[in-house]
């Protein structure tokens, strides 16, 4: 069965334009994370999905930030007037909630180069 | 406040030798722990779980321990190949909590 699909693949932008990335998670799953990784990095969790809402966006690091997920499927996360801060690679993840027994299964991440 | 260490930060080891991947955590109440696999270029994957009742675990050349009372996870891979070089991921899940805790992980290369 299909995995995870991110796209794009990679995107260069120039410092101040907008970008959206998106997420196709795996089918029947209602669980949606999206982490940040910065060169060399750990992971950054930055928001949850569960359904279409969004129990927890603690992680978005300023308020040009955003991201949504409809018809418990596609889930964008958009970053406004972009900052050369903003390059890393955005992964995206999905799971079949269990209760604390979260098995994340990760795309193959979005790389955003701000120039 | 929830925290997961890992250690040493990187490792490079001789192709066929074994080596031994740290976990310390503090995360409370404590659910599982996972290993995950990363390769340069691509999402982690999942190597193994561990769950409290549970002290070791084997995924072919990997063989994951847990010590619930000091809090401590190692992952053991034996006989590397070049193709373990990747990076290593410790991540704790929390009951009650949906968002589970990553390790900044340790980088791995096998050398031939």
């Known amino acids: 069965g299909a995995g995870v699909s991110q796209s794009p693949s990679n995107k260069v932008t120039e410092k101040g334009k907008d970008v959206e990335l998106r997420c196709d998670p795996i089918?029947?799953?209602?669980?949606l994370y999206w982490y940040r990784q910065r060169l060399g990095q750990g992971l950054e969790f930055l928001i949850y999905f569960q359904g279409n809402s969004a129990p927890d966006k603690s992680g978005l690091p300023s308020d040009r930030f955003s991201a949504e997920r409809t018809g418990e499927s596609v889930s964008t996360l958009t970053i406004q007037r972009t900052q050369q801060e903003d390059s890393a690679v955005y992964l995206c993840?999905?799971?079949?909630?269990?209760?604390?027994?979260?098995?994340?299964?990760f795309g193959s991440g979005t790389q955003l180069s701000v120039l | 406040k929830n925290q997961v260490e890992q250690s040493p930060q990187s490792l490079i080891i001789l192709e066929g030798k074994n080596c031994t991947l740290q976990?310390?955590?503090?995360?409370?109440?404590?659910?599982?722990l996972r290993w995950y696999k990363q390769d340069t270029g691509r999402g982690p994957v999942s190597l193994t779980i561990m769950t409290f009742s549970e002290n070791t675990k084997s995924n072919g050349r990997y063989t994951a321990t847990l010590d619930a009372d000091t809090k401590q996870s190692s992952l053991h891979i034996t006989a590397s190949q070049l193709s373990d070089s990747a990076s290593y991921i410790c991540?704790?899940?929390?009951?009650?909590?949906?968002?589970?805790?990553f390790g900044r992980g340790t980088s791995l290369i096998v050398h031939p």
């Open positions: 991540v704790v899940s929390s009951g009650g909590s949906y968002i589970p805790t």
């Open positions: 993840a999905s799971s079949y909630p269990l209760g604390g027994d979260e098995k994340l299964f």
């Open positions: 089918s029947g799953h209602t669980a």
């Open positions: 976990c310390n955590y503090t995360v409370s109440p404590f659910s599982n």
